[in-house]
């Protein structure tokens, strides 16, 4: 910047002209939703002040590649813990500009899902289990959709406030459960099984763009939503599906109905919430308590 001298009423008179060269650095800053994160829960990592085109990556200590969402001089990144990842202290690491590095340190508590004391045993008929849990194919053909699927990632957010419970219905099998298939011990449950009569209304949990509307073997009639950011709900078994592949949906619109399509003993829907793979637990973004929210206050 410039000054400017004015010297008056003296022997000399006169104008004299500084200039300076400033030259200032503003430290990014970056931040953690909380410093604690319960299992089957979320974490944010939020960054500001940073230069629009500073490099910024965010890694964390287990098996998981964290996306980095760019907002101007802002940006932030989801971090979903599900119900494997162990209790105890950890860091998540950002590295920016030319290498630089810092470390955000955060606790894991411990949840007691009910997998620690509660178990499920469920029977199904032995033509379902030929063409389902005695089918390695239906395994293939589901896991092989979801993996691929789950690098979908758009940047815009579409959802808006908390998500809703796609339809009434009784929580027969919790998210974490344990189960055991016709004597067999089956997989941790990724979602939330709610049972209702056939036919009932299964509706977008918020607004999103559906990524998969199809019929697997395993998930029977199964439409996947992409809310943006990597957030995605899955709803399976359904009777019938409404909406197609491609499409935009709104919070509340009817997607489906409830069925007993692909693995399943009795009509319900299997409810479940990932983000870029990695399953969660639906209930903190149906009660509010996700910090998944304040991502919206950010933008
Ligand atoms: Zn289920």
Redesign the pocket.
């Known amino acids: 910047f410039t000054v400017t001298a004015v010297t008056e009423n003296s022997a000399y008179s006169g104008t004299a002209v500084y200039n300076f060269d400033i030259s200032y650095k503003i430290t990014p800053r970056f931040f953690l939703s909380a410093e604690t994160v319960d299992q089957g829960s979320a974490l944010v990592v939020y960054g500001e002040n940073l230069l629009e085109d500073m490099p910024v990556s965010v890694s964390v200590a287990f098996s998981y590649s964290p996306s980095v969402i760019r907002r101007g001089t802002k940006m932030y990144s989801i971090i979903p813990f599900n119900y494997k990842r162990e209790a105890g202290e950890a860091a998540v690491t950002v590295t920016y500009g030319e290498g630089e590095t810092v470390q955000l340190n955060y606790t894991v508590a411990a949840i007691e899902f009910p997998s620690d004391y509660e178990e499920q045993e469920i029977t199904v008929s032995d033509e379902t289990a030929a063409a389902t849990i005695n089918n390695s194919a239906a395994y293939t053909e589901y896991n092989k959709l979801v993996a691929e699927l789950a690098k979908i990632s758009d940047e815009e957010v579409y959802w808006t406030g908390r998500f809703i419970q796609p339809c009434d219905g009784t929580v027969t099998?919790d998210y974490a459960y344990t189960r055991y298939l016709n004597g067999k011990a089956g997989s941790t449950?990724?979602?939330?099984?709610l049972a209702c009569d056939e036919g009932t209304p299964v509706c977008a949990s918020n607004s999103g763009r559906v990524i998969y509307s199809g019929e697997l073997q395993m998930s029977g009639n199964t439409v996947i939503i992409e809310h943006g950011n990597g957030l995605q709900t899955k709803y399976?078994h359904m009777s019938a599906r409404n909406v197609e592949t491609g499409e935009m949906v709104v919070q509340g619109q009817q997607i489906g109905a409830v069925g007993m399509t692909g693995l399943a003993t009795g009509p319900?829907l299997?409810f479940?919430v990932d983000v870029s793979g990695a399953c969660i637990s639906p209930w903190p973004l149906l009660d509010g308590t996700s910090p998944i929210y304040k991502i919206q206050d950010f933008q």
């Open positions: 099998s449950h990724a979602g939330v099984d399976l319900h299997h479940e």
